[in-house]
């Protein structure tokens, strides 16, 4: 299916949102929604509606008729003239059958059913355009949103805001259109007949009975309001939790906490439970309450029309008929009460899908961005700097030049702001000062999309998609080739682990890779960003997920998709940097030192004393290695042991 919109800013803007004081009105959700029930550009949905709306005439106009022709065959019955007399005798012989008033009664029902069915039937595609169009908007909109943003929300907690969201769409868009408009309008009708039929008493009777009962409804939803909104948010919290907790299978498996997370699930399921209660409670309060106003207005018109037959001023028929009318507006009324239930419960729960809308994203293309134009490919920080928060400045004017077709390497120790500088070039956010220059252009001076597609980036922590082996390597270049793939692959030294699999290349990696290794997702980072071939090439400890015998053969690879490009290495392995044009060593945020391998070594300074806590920590590991050949003992050194030696030479 396509896309409402194939590109996001294609003759395509975000809606307008409602502010906080209008965030809890039906005028102001309806405003924002209207464009998509009614769309400029689309004369076939347009039409739809049109249609809609003649249909629901043609069905109250039915509606109207079934209490008459009740009426009609309840006096025939009785013997009582009571038809309203026509021009033509044979239309008052057919009012006064009571077998052809039955009929026509029976008849008139099925006539309104069938046109009401018919008319949701029709618009069932207005309302659902305008729930795929929103929720499509939301989602362009989470994407362009920073990366900020994302880590201060919970992804569990965001695909719950857009599902309540589009459910809260449909709701609204389905109820006002084809619930609450027709009702008003049947309200309407219904109360002229009364004053037509019998008299203005019985208007004010059913009038004061749908005052009370429409303020009862609304005090008593208000008060259910807050009630809805702590079950949401209990919702919310255990959705959020059992989705972290199984994104994190295998941590919980390695600490044995499977019951601590079971009972942190259950204390939101306990909170949730709680409020549900509440709210089902409260239901049956309103609906009490309902029944009992709608009882009272009820049995008042009831008795004024059987004392009219006793007095000789009404029919049998007549009172027939008040029962058939009010019972008739008893299921609009009943229904408002529900719809004034689910339009308020919608809109608070598209009260924080209108929030994430209403925010800015924080990295936007300036007024008249150009596209990047990268001629050589040169990279140049001039005194930048940059802090996540302001109290806590991480890169404190950092300036220097990757020159075109050479690689530089960023080292330094946790903290020292290394991957900061990646995330900066790529503009996941913008320097609090400086600038950062690609062949001459600053970038905030040209398009995200131009820049990012001069970038590839193999980054430390890999998450894959949940779909095919295949489909994460084409993801660096959508319109490559299953050939230029499986090269892609093969450069990145994978292709002969892939075709071992049954499946080959279109085994699924599972949720965020967890079916491959540490070093096999990262062999697919590198493969896709092999088949993305950018003229500027970003490894973020690349190679830190492999073991030192992969890690060689990888770094082989990289060796060779860096030839000729612009490169950017910020390292874990000092080993896998030795050849870097320059390296480039960070404390706090600053400049320490640089040079080549050789220069710093000779130096002896930071960089010189990580090297050589590096190469104590790999010759102990080479050490543990011989005693275990030599001994070949059968509990050999788990390899965590590794990991920690490596973690304290760090």
Known sequence: MAHPNPSPHAGHELPATPSSAEQATLIGTLAHLWPYIWPSDRSDLKMRVVWSFVLLLVAKLATLAVPFTFKWATDALTGKGSAPVLASDWLVWIIASPLIMTASYGGVRVVMAVLTQWRDGIFARVAMHAVRKLAYITFVHMHELSLRFHLERKTGGLTRVLERGRNGIETIVRMVILQLIPTIVEVTLLMAVLLWVFDWRYVLATLCMVVVYMYYTYKATEWRIGIRRKMNDSDTEANTKAI??????????????EAREAARYDRSMERYEDASVRTYTSLTMLNAGQAVIFTIGLTTTMLMCAYGVRQG?????????????????????????????????????????????ARPPEIEDAPGAKPLVVSAGSVRFEDVRFAYEPERPILKGLSFEVPAGKTVAIVGPSGAGKSTI???LFRLYDVSAGRILIDGQDIKDVTQASLRAAIGMVPQDTVLFNDTIRYNIRYGRWDASDAEVEQAARLAQIDALIRMAPKGYETQVGERGLKLSGGEKQRVAIARTVLKAPPILVLDEATSALDSHTEHEIQGALDRVSRNRTSLVIAHRLSTIVAADEIIVLDQGRIVERGTHGALLVKGGLYASMWNRQREAEAAREKLAQIDDE????????????????????
Request: proline share 5%.
């Open 631 to 650: 001994n070949d003992a059968p509990n050999r050194v788990p390899q965590p042991v590794d990991d920690v030696i490596a973690t304290a030479a760090e």
């Open 422 to 424: 990646s995330r900066l």
């Open 313 to 357: 001023r009404n029919t049998v028929g007549d009172f027939v008929m008040i029962n058939s009318m009010m019972i008739q507006l008893y299921q609009p009324l009943n229904f408002m009460g529900m719809v004034y239930r689910e339009i308020k419960q919608a809109i608070i729960d598209i009260e924080k899908m209108f929030g994430v809308l």
């Open 244 to 257: 972290d907790s199984l994104l994190n299978y295998e941590t919980v498996k390695y600490f044995g906490a």
